[in-house]
């Protein structure tokens, strides 16, 4: 298969659509929010996006930063709702069976990436109280090697006070978006190299994150 040097067009085109007519106005104005280091964000070809997680808030503000669609996993169960499953798969979803999320997630992320999408990974596979990155599994990292592609750190500081528990309206307050340089992949998929990769990822982004407000 040749490798592509973006998503597909119709895909480019919702994610523009959905972009500026919703969650750029939300993030700009309701969550006051700031992007960071755009500039260093590939236009095309395939990339692997790693960031931190707090909030179910981060899908759609990660892919709002870099400035193209951002590929994520989806449960496998939303892909047989007939309406639901061709929209999703246009905006880049792609499904993984419970049970063996691991296999299956790399298998799907490494045809996405096929396919010339930036395909996003949350370094701690959850979402964490309080952004930071204390257990990032070595999934990204391994997919990178596969793949030989290169790694994006983004860092989301503030999306973890949107919705804290026992709230149940999103709070406005204030959202950063910082994006480090991009990361060169393992040059092999042995742990050494793996673990060496994930750590200067996780170190970019708890230093952006350090930075605060």
Request: proline share 10%; charged share 20%; net charge positive.
């Amino acid at each position: 298969m040749t490798r592509r040097d973006r998503e597909p067009w119709v895909s480019l085109a919702l994610y523009h659509l959905f972009k500026w007519s919703v969650v750029s106005p939300v993030l700009h104005t309701y969550f006051r929010g700031r992007i960071e280091g755009a500039e260093h964000v590939p236009n095309t070809g395939p990339l692997l996006v790693v960031a931190n997680h707090a909030s179910d808030f981060d899908p759609p503000m990660l892919s709002c930063a870099v400035g193209r669609p951002v590929s994520f996993m989806a449960k496998e169960e939303l892909f047989r709702v007939p309406v639901l499953s061709p929209a999703i798969r246009l905006y880049g979803a792609y499904p993984v069976k419970r049970g063996s999320a691991d296999r299956s997630a790399i298998r799907a992320a490494l045809q996405q990436l096929e396919q010339g999408w930036a395909v996003g990974v949350f370094l701690e596979g959850t979402r964490t109280r309080d952004g930071r990155i204390p257990n990032p599994k070595l999934g990204a990292a391994l997919i990178a090697a596969k793949a030989q592609v290169p790694l994006l750190p983004v860092c989301l500081w503030g999306t973890h006070r949107i919705l804290p528990k026992g709230v149940k309206v999103p709070r406005s307050v204030p959202v950063r978006i910082r994006i480090a340089p991009p990361i060169l992949p393992p040059i092999s998929g042995d742990r050494a190299n793996l673990l060496a990769t994930t750590t200067a990822c996780v170190d970019a982004i708890h230093h952006l994150h350090d930075l605060g407000p």
